[in-house]
């Protein structure tokens, strides 16, 4: 393993004596190994008028919940996640697993608290929570929004990849999108979005 001096996580809880100080100053650390998979940008919340094809996102996010072996682990292999595209785009409709959902853009800005802006898609992650509840009681719902944030991770570093701009949503009017995705009778709980667009 390589381990190099130049990234340290930042210090936290009570003060250090000045020994430990030190010891932490020159602990060795992992930046050399781990930080080129993991690389993502800053959160973007204004975007320019240059959308991304639909095809190409949906083309981004299915393989990386459904190849294997797959980037994102699943408590008890359950893989309850499913993504729908909020989309201003005028695209046309895609043959996929991502249903894809278009509104006027205002409306889509009206679904997120924090204000983006500009022309963006939303992936929506929802989990079929009772697959996971069904399997491991009250504990299924914490496993699937863990399995969220790991899915996100992957998406983001691959949005860098492809130079998209993104932002994590985790504040939206969760009634609103839930009922834009539902489709009868099945009913994600959309758990997590994602503003993805261009700079
Ligand atoms: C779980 C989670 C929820 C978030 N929700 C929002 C959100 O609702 N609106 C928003 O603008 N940013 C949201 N963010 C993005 C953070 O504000 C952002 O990551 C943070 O300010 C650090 O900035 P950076 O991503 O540019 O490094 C969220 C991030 C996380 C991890």
Redesign the pocket.
Known sequence: MILDESWRLPVTGPRRTAGELHRHEHAPTLRGTLQAPYTRG??I?EFSDCQIPLKDLVEAVEPLYREVPRAVPSAGSVYGLSFSVLTSATDLPLNSATPVIRRRRGDLSRL???R?QGSFHLLVIAVETPRYVHRYGPRGRRYALIEA?HF?QVFLAEAHRRSWAV??????HDDGVAELISRPPWYPEPV?LAGVGRQ
């Open positions: 800053r959160s919340r997120v608290f924090h983006l944030g996100m932002c994590p949503v985790g504040g939206f997590y």
